[in-house]
């Protein structure tokens, strides 16, 4: 094979590139104005932005649907109402929450059961922290042990015993193993 061959193979190859390429650069083209344009329907018709801002929570307590294993958890005001103390404990307690979730503290299972040893241990946590703190209500767990599977917590919470009794029953509308997203205070507990 000559040189002369070799050069016209080569230059050859090079503007069937060239062509490949312009070809490639007209699809990647295509495909972004499609995906943009598909990014532009989700935002139009979707408001999640991660913190659940929009959504009203306050005329149903929220509870997940049937096979939602992960989302928000929503907390209210005791059924019987709160002072503005109290609402501010929960939104503290709340908090707290999102920050033990952002720190990796959550089970990574989801919501466990607090039965057996680890209500005891739990408990023995709690009697302790009283014991060597100055609490005027309840040493709350922040969060509380179902959500991270350990009896210490992230924090604790000086917590009206009205509130942390509250909060506790609130979370077994959240089924074992489903998984906060965060952390969220919907008022007055819904009628």
Same mark, same amino acid.
């Given at each position: 094979?000559?040189? =002369?061959?070799?050069?016209? #193979?080569?230059? #050859?190859?090079?503007?069937?590139?060239?062509?490949?390429?312009?070809?490639?650069?007209?699809?990647?083209?295509?495909?972004?104005?499609?995906?943009?344009?598909?990014?532009?329907? &989700?935002?139009?018709?979707?408001?999640?932005?991660? /913190?659940?801002? =929009?959504? %009203?929570?306050?005329?149903?307590?929220?509870?997940?649907?049937?096979? #939602?294993?992960?989302? !928000?958890? &929503?907390?209210? %005001?005791?059924?019987?109402?709160?002072?503005?103390?109290?609402?501010?404990?929960?939104?503290?307690?709340?908090? =707290?929450?999102?920050?033990?979730?952002?720190?990796?503290?959550?089970?990574?299972?989801?919501? &466990?059961?607090?039965?057996?040893?680890?209500?005891?241990?739990?408990? $023995?946590?709690?009697?302790?922290?009283? $014991?060597?703190?100055?609490?005027?209500?309840?040493?709350?767990?922040? !969060?509380?042990?179902?959500?991270?599977?350990?009896?210490?917590?992230?924090?604790?919470?000086?917590?009206? !015993?009205?509130?942390?009794?509250?909060?506790?029953?609130?979370?077994?509308?959240?089924? &074992?193993?489903?998984?906060?997203? /965060?952390?969220?205070?919907? =008022?007055?507990?819904?009628?």
């Amino acid at each position: 094979m000559g040189v =002369g061959r070799i050069f016209k #193979e080569a230059f #050859e190859s090079v503007l069937n590139a060239a062509t490949h390429s312009k070809r490639l650069q007209g699809l990647t083209d295509n495909l972004g104005l499609h995906i943009g344009g598909f990014g532009k329907k &989700v935002k139009k018709n979707d408001t999640f932005d991660g /913190n659940d801002k =929009g959504v %009203d929570y306050s005329t149903k307590a929220h509870k997940p649907g049937s096979g #939602e294993s992960s989302g !928000p958890v &929503v907390f209210y %005001d005791p059924k019987k109402g709160a002072t503005p103390d109290q609402k501010a404990q929960i939104q503290e307690y709340i908090d =707290g929450c999102n920050a033990a979730g952002k720190d990796g503290y959550l089970s990574p299972t989801g919501r &466990v059961s607090t039965k057996g040893e680890l209500r005891t241990d739990a408990s $023995a946590a709690a009697a302790a922290e009283k $014991a060597g703190g100055t609490y005027t209500g309840h040493p709350g767990h922040v !969060p509380d042990t179902t959500w991270t599977g350990i009896p210490d917590p992230h924090s604790w919470l000086d917590l009206d !015993p009205s509130v942390n009794t509250s909060l506790g029953s609130q979370a077994l509308r959240y089924p &074992v193993g489903y998984r906060p997203k /965060n952390f969220i205070y919907g =008022g007055e507990y819904p009628t």
